[in-house]
């Protein structure tokens, strides 16, 4: 006998005090029976009107949008961007709140998880508590930091016009203008365009030269259209047989810099999308692993090579890298970007796999940058086996770095430095540099 379908909560309204922040961009509130609300638009402290927009009796937990204040926090400010709020952009998690405020929410969050998922405290990590600001991003309240140089469009399929996601959506907010892009994104007229035919459509601009690019991915069975913008673009193309990503007239790359070098990154990949966070994490690393002459270091998840250029730049001809990245149009830019380096070699394939057949047993220095979702156990119990001087842990979700540094430290690992970085200014994510040490080494 099937059990009756539970009902739905999505529209109910709940008067409730606002909690702590949580990791994701919303606060944490109970509804009068206790049932937990994830609460989006709102700050900690605050008493709001909270709607649920997901959810249904018996529930875990309800998620909702605060669609009216009652008491409002000191941090709290009117959102400079015009598309956002409850039910409208996905983009941005925190434009209601003041930039130091946003800053220390994300503070709180990499706190938390460091607690609950490596039982650490922000002193037993080395962390000052902070939330560092890019250069030039320390703007008074109501501006807001034109950081995002990679903007994915979402086309609205009725009007032919570009915007954004809403929040957990596929709906699109239509927009005239998004304010966290980049100045070289804005410039060339996205939002102002006819783009009927097209389920997407990504705009790149470059850090360090004047390369733009925009990637069109159209939905089934349709042509291209002529792509005229306000400035030169190369235009690339989504197959939608293979879903690779091909060119269509222009370079079939961009040219980043960092670190004093040149970086050719291929049919939209990886690049760190602030145009500070290449240069801010690359200093950072190389601040915690003090390369030597003559060391030789692993540069794990490494895209296009950015760690790697700046490890071979330091530890001299003596020294070696080896890179393991898993995209092939990436290992390709990567050996084309490190090709002067003879001691510098690129391996494809997913790290887990690679590594253990590279027979490596013993190296100075490990630097990794996984994807969202972190290394994972299996990669971390054989990372501790190689005996790493110092090793530099980069990460976009702190979550993820939290339970792998419980990994490390299980593993004869402790944490000597965290930092964090907010590259990501009006949303919840926040970039770390985690440096580890053996147990015992420098205490």
């Not at 938390?112 to 002193?123: C, D, F, M, V």
């Not at 250069?135 to 930091?145: I, N, R």
């Not at 030169?232 to 197959?239: A, G, L, T, Y």
């Not at 994972?376 to 086996?385: D, F, I, M, S």
Request: glycine share 12%; proline share 5%; charged share 30%.
């Amino acid at each position: 006998m099937q059990a009756e379908p539970r009902k739905t909560l999505v529209g109910a309204e709940y008067e409730v005090e606002v909690g702590p922040v949580a990791h994701g961009g919303h606060c944490i509130a109970r509804t009068a029976e206790g049932q937990v609300l994830f609460v989006r638009h709102t700050l900690p402290g605050e008493r709001v009107i909270a709607r649920v927009t997901e959810g249904e009796e018996g529930a875990r937990f309800l998620r909702a949008d605060a669609v009216e204040v009652l008491e409002a926090s000191k941090d709290r400010i009117e959102a400079p961007c015009p598309y956002a709020g409850p039910g409208r952009c996905g983009g941005c998690d925190w434009q209601h709140a003041k930039p130091g405020a946003q800053r220390r929410l994300k503070g709180e969050v990499l706190a938390e998880q460091l607690k609950r998922l490596a039982g650490l405290t922000p002193e037993e990590a080395g962390w000052d508590g902070t939330v560092m600001p890019a250069e030039g991003d320390k703007l008074p309240a109501g501006e807001v930091p034109r950081w995002r140089t990679r903007v994915q469009y979402a086309v609205d399929a009725e009007t032919g016009r570009a915007g954004l996601r809403r929040h957990r959506s596929h709906d699109v907010e239509t927009v005239d203008h998004c304010m966290i892009a980049a100045e070289g994104v804005s410039e060339l007229g996205v939002e102002r365009r006819d783009w009927t035919g097209m389920e997407s459509v990504e705009a790149i601009a470059a850090t360090g030269s004047q390369d733009r690019q925009v990637i069109l991915t159209p939905t089934e069975g349709a042509r291209l259209p002529i792509v005229e913008l306000d400035r030169p673009v190369s235009v690339m193309r989504v197959e939608e047989k293979d879903g690779g990503v091909h060119r269509v007239h222009g370079r079939p790359f961009v040219r980043e810099r960092a670190d004093g070098r040149t970086y050719r990154v291929g049919s939209g990949g990886f690049w760190q999308v602030h145009p500070k966070a290449a240069d801010t994490l690359v200093t950072a690393v190389m601040q915690g692993l003090l390369p030597r002459k003559g060391d030789m270091a692993l540069d794990l998840y490494c895209g296009v090579g950015l760690f790697a250029g700046a490890l071979a730049d330091r530890i001299g001809e003596k020294g070696a890298v080896l890179g393991i990245e898993s995209g092939k149009r990436a290992v390709e830019d990567a050996r084309h970007n490190l090709a002067e380096f003879d001691r510098v070699r690129i391996e494809q394939g997913k790290v887990e796999s690679v590594l253990p057949r590279t027979g490596i047993t013993e190296v100075d220095l490990i630097v990794l940058d996984p994807p969202r979702v972190g290394a994972g156990r299996k990669t971390v119990e054989h990372l501790v086996t190689l005996g790493a001087r110092r090793i530099a842990y980069v990460a976009c979700d702190p979550a993820a770095l939290a339970r792998d540094l419980g990994y490390f430290g299980e593993g004869g690992y402790r944490v000597r430095t965290v930092r964090a970085f907010d590259l990501f200014p009006m949303t919840h994510h926040v970039e770390c540099v985690a440096v580890l040490e053996p147990v015992g080494k420098g205490a």
